[in-house]
Every structure is written in C-alpha cells, then in structure tokens.
C-alpha cells in the first residue's frame, strides 16, 4: 500500500520540504479522534499537502488546543472521552476566535440522528469512516477555499 504523493527516494537523496507557492497558504488543521493511529494517519496525509497539524486524543485536550492553536478547520471524532465531539463543537462555536474554524465531524457515527445532531452542534460537516483520504483532502480545500473568500 502507498500513500498518495509520496516517491521513492535514490540512495543519498534528501527529502525535500513541500513547496508552497508564494500565492498558497499555509492551514493550521487539528485533528481530535481517541484512535491515536487513526489521529496519526491524517495528520501525516494533511502534512503532506504543506499544512501544519496538530493532534488531540480526547475531547478536553481538542478543545483547549483549538484556543491556542487556533486552526483555520479541524476534524474531529464524535465518540471521545472527556467531551464528545458534539460537545466540543458547542464549545469551540460560543468562543469569538472559534466562529471562523470549519468544523468536521469525521466518525463512525453514520445515522440520521447523528448528522443532524452534528449540525446543531455547530460543525460544518460530516464524514462516515471509512473516508476516502482525496475526498477528505477535497472536502478540507472547498471548506478553506470557502473561508478565504468569506474573510
């Protein structure tokens, strides 16, 4: 299995950092999710595209990290400790500085009932796992595209 963008380095070469056009922006993405692995594995795809991520496991931790990192979206889980996902949207949408981040649910939770209630809980969006790592990465460019022509 490969992950999408990366090459095989020759022997003696040195990765080189992504390259940002002058015009591209630089997000800042959290991604909260309990799975640590799960967690791990977007953060490394997200950072491929150029952008800086940070990861929370549970729900306290997203929410105080959202306040300091101030990422421009985050997606996060709906089933942590803590504070569930649900709960943390709630509160990162009553903060001044939390009305501008794009909020994702990304979770096993598929039902009816939980897209609706991740609507009231002030995300954006809700994604079903198992995602599609270029839907989830086309999702994430419209959202911050959206962003950047709003503000």
């Given at each position: 299995m490969?992950?999408?963008?990366l090459s095989?380095l ?7 950092p992504p390259t940002?056009?002058a ?7 959290l ?5 640590v692995?799960a967690a791990e ?8 595209d150029?952008?800086?991520?940070r990861?929370a496991?549970?729900?306290?931790d997203?929410?105080d ?10 997606f996060?889980?709906i089933?942590?400790p ?10 990162v949408?009553?903060q001044p500085w939390?009305?501008?981040i794009?909020l ?9 009932d ?6 009231e809980?002030g995300f954006?969006?809700h994604?079903t796992?198992?995602v599609d790592?270029n ?17």
């Amino acid at each position: 299995m490969r992950l999408p963008g990366l090459s095989l380095l020759k022997v003696g070469e040195s990765p080189r950092p992504p390259t940002v056009a002058a015009s591209e922006r630089i997000y800042r993405i959290l991604v909260a999710d309990d799975n640590v692995d799960a967690a791990e594995t977007l953060s490394i795809l997200l950072q491929m595209d150029g952008d800086e991520v940070r990861t929370a496991d549970n729900g306290a931790d997203a929410f105080d990290l959202a306040g300091t990192f101030r990422p421009h979206a985050a997606f996060v889980d709906i089933g942590m400790p803590q504070l569930n996902g649900y709960e943390v949207a709630q509160l990162v949408c009553q903060q001044p500085w939390g009305e501008s981040i794009r909020l994702v649910a990304l979770t096993g939770w598929g039902q009816d009932d939980n897209k609706r209630q991740a609507q009231e809980s002030g995300f954006d969006h809700h994604l079903t796992k198992p995602v599609d790592p270029n839907d989830l990465v086309a999702l994430l460019q419209r959202l911050l595209a959206d962003q950047r022509e709003a503000g």
